[in-house]
């Protein structure tokens, strides 16, 4: 059988069979399926795009150890779209404690509703960042580069590897000078003293190739060292065969280290400079040793000096409450208002063993103040009253260890009461602030009581201060 196609209709096809020769009639196929539409078209969903980029703000002066520092963070987008679900962390090293964390926003963004450790913002918008200020202590142990780190997380960020940024510190030790005297030596009469910020007033002054340290606490020292003259700044290095400044040989160079009235006239040492680090030809930190013998005598006396300028702490102010057991007038019954009592024991050089009331109606008194120091007058006496330096105005609690104004330990603050034709040579003592009101900086009120002993004796001038101006 042969089969033929013949072309037909476009919407049909007929297949003919024919038969050799037989009677076979002809069968035609059904017509063929409609063809099938195409689908219609999905939009496009463009792809979202944002680049959460974090950056840092190293902290460019230093700070000693123990005090604070603020770190400056910024998480911006710099992508074409808006973030969402952006997670942020900010982490300190171990050497420091996280303290408070401020936010500022630009370009639309919002801060996160509650600002710490871990943080979540819902939408970051195109152009817009958040800037944290992340405030720290260090701790002891934190000396050398420590630092804040922020972080964050966004599922759809284009460039991960910008998404964490870290601000630094350098922690220096705080200032310290150290003197260990051998017995026999006549400067530091074979005692060991240590000096901070906390405890006394240190000045150090470089000019040049010289050195000069002054040491204002319980004790006063004054220092000069002179390198030698082929030297224009001072070097790390060791230097010997040192003499007495500003006796000296220029060539091999000068040393003197003297106070509390004693001092060498000859005197031979040496000075080991190990660090010194200048900023624009201005001494911003030393440390050296040094170790010098009065009189060609084999006792010395050695020290140690670490100084850095960024080392701006000073000492603890007045305790508040004051401790317990310190004198107060219960005994008496004292006026309301306006009065000064004094009280002495027998054998008080100041107040003669007498007892004293003065009243604004029996005695013509004057007290006035000058920042952090009082000052009273009445009847021929007079006294001093002053605050550590660390405070500007007066402050209620308990002033101790006192040593004699003006000649007094700044750090700790000072007191004196004389008079009458008598004081005291070396006194020590405290006072108490029970209360005091200011306006402004000008004193308003105060209520005072202390307690003072002349050239170290048990016998004690006391006495109360209550005055309104």
């Not at 987008?77 to 050497?95: I, K």
């Not at 550590?388 to 007066?394: H, T, Y």
């Not at 004699?404 to 108490?432: D, E, I, M, Q």
Request: hydrophobic share 35%; charged share 10%.
């Amino acid at each position: 059988m042969k089969i033929r196609m013949l072309a037909a209709a476009a919407a049909s096809v007929v297949l003919v069979a024919c038969g050799g020769g037989g009677d076979g009639g002809a069968e035609t196929s059904s017509s063929a399926p409609p063809p099938v539409a195409p689908a219609p078209s999905q939009p496009t969903v463009p792809a979202v795009r944002y680049d959460i980029a974090v950056t840092a703000v190293d902290v460019t002066t230093p700070i000693v150890v123990g005090a604070a520092t603020a770190y400056v963070l910024t998480a911006a987008n710099t992508g074409p779209d808006a973030a969402t679900d952006v997670a942020l962390a900010v982490t300190a090293d171990a050497q420091q404690t996280l303290g408070q964390i401020r936010c500022s926003a630009a370009g639309g963004a919002t801060c996160p509703a509650n600002l710490g450790a871990s943080m979540s913002v819902p939408s970051l918008p195109s152009g817009g960042s958040l800037t944290f200020t992340v405030s720290t202590t260090t701790t002891s142990a934190a000396l050398g580069t420590v630092g804040g780190t922020l972080t964050a997380t966004a599922a759809k960020d284009t460039a991960a590897a910008n998404n964490s940024a870290r601000s630094t510190v350098q922690v220096v030790a705080p200032n310290r000078i150290t003197l260990t005297s051998d017995a026999g030596d006549y400067i530091g009469q074979g005692r060991t003293y240590s000096y901070t910020n906390t405890n006394a007033t240190m000045t150090l002054s470089a000019n040049g190739r010289r050195l000069g340290v002054n040491v204002a606490g319980d004790q006063d020292w004054f220092a000069t060292f002179d390198l030698p003259s082929a030297l224009t700044r001072l070097e790390p290095g060791t230097y010997t065969n040192l003499t007495r400044w500003p006796f000296h040989v220029p060539a091999n160079g000068g040393l003197d280290w003297s106070g509390e009235g004693r001092g060498c006239n000859t005197q031979v040492g040496s000075v080991t400079i190990r660090s010194a680090t200048y900023a624009a030809d201005v001494l911003q930190a030393i440390d050296l040793d040094f170790e010098q013998h009065c009189e060609g005598a084999v006792p010395a006396l050695r020290g140690q000096i670490h100084w850095t300028a960024y080392d701006s702490t000073t000492g603890p102010g007045p305790v508040n409450p004051p401790p317990a057991g310190l004198w107060s007038p219960t005994n008496i019954t004292l006026p309301s208002g306006n009065h000064i009592y004094l009280v002495s024991d027998s054998g008080d050089y100041i107040g003669a063993g007498g007892t004293y009331l003065y009243e604004p109606g029996t005695a013509t008194a004057t007290v006035t103040s000058n920042g952090r120091q009082l000052r009273v007058s009445v009847d021929g006496w007079f006294a001093d009253f002053v605050g550590m330096n660390s405070v500007p105005l007066l402050q209620p609690g308990y002033y101790g260890n006192l040593q004699r104004y003006p000649f007094h330990n700044a750090s700790r603050g000072g007191l004196s009461w004389s008079g009458n034709g008598r004081g005291c040579n070396t006194l020590s003592g405290w006072f108490v602030v029970d209360e005091v009101t200011y306006v402004g900086t000008t004193l308003k009120s105060i209520d005072l009581r202390f307690e003072q002993h002349c050239e170290g004796f048990a016998a004690a001038l006391r006495g109360r201060v209550r005055w309104a101006l």
